[in-house]
């Protein structure tokens, strides 16, 4: 268990609808990544924030949103959602900002677009 | 743009053997991380690899970094059942992650 917790384990909605997923990370870790895990495109960073701040962008869709709140959980938003969107999302945090911190990944919330 | 290139994509091995896992990068960086997935579950951080010629053991497993190469590689020693899974490596670039596609590593008697 690496003390970070995501939720919903398991999501199933439709193409068009948004959905927010939930993540907290380890006590005392300021900064929360959001990876995206697909069969055709891989594990992939999509953005990073730190202390509240968006730090690092990756390949976020436009439709994707996220945020970290004062309390240092974080949402990822995803919108106008397509069957191309189904994957594993993973959120990971790490102690500081720097990426070379070990980053420690929650379990995953997994997204099925039908 | 970075490319991460793991090689072999799949690999099946008996137990006892040894074996090695590859990872070539396109392009400068002296940071690079292994991780473990178990099939349905999270990404295990491995080893942290943050200098050229920069070498980390635990257990049987073994990672190297040779950043004028731009490869690493993950070195499996006697290999047993419970080492099967999905390895990645991942670059840093400016901040970012990039992971390699994976080896599916799986050990059979």
């Known amino acids: 268990d690496s003390g970070v917790t995501q939720t919903p384990k398991h999501l199933i909605t439709a193409t068009g609808q948004r959905v927010t997923l939930r993540c907290s990370p380890r006590?005392?870790?300021?900064?929360v990544y959001w990876y995206q895990q697909s069969l055709d495109q891989g594990l992939q960073f999509l953005i990073q924030?730190?202390?509240?701040?968006?730090?690092a962008k990756g390949n976020i869709l436009e439709r994707f949103s996220a945020q970290q709140f004062p309390d240092l959980h974080s949402e990822l938003n995803l919108s106008s959602l397509e069957l191309g969107d189904s994957a594993l999302y993973f959120c990971a945090s790490s102690v500081a900002a720097a990426v070379q911190e070990t980053q420690y990944f929650g379990p995953g919330t997994r997204l099925l677009v039908l | 743009e970075l490319k991460v290139e793991q090689n072999p994509l799949f690999l099946s091995m008996q137990e006892g053997k040894n074996y090695t896992i590859y990872c070539n990068y396109s392009?400068?960086?002296?940071?690079l991380y292994w991780y473990r997935q178990d099939p349905g579950k999270s990404l295990e951080s491995l080893f942290v690899?943050?200098?050229?010629?920069a070498v980390k053991q635990e257990g049987r497993l073994m990672a190297s970094l040779d950043t004028k190469a731009r490869l690493s590689t993950l070195h499996i020693t006697a290999a047993v059942h419970d080492l099967s899974a999905t390895y990645f490596c991942a670059v840093d670039n400016t901040d970012k992650l990039i992971f390699g596609t994976g080896t599916r590593l799986q050990v059979f008697p």
């Open positions: 924030y730190y202390n509240g701040e968006e730090r």
């Open positions: 690899l943050l200098s050229n010629g």
């Open positions: 006590s005392g870790d300021l900064s």
């Open positions: 392009t400068t960086s002296d940071r």
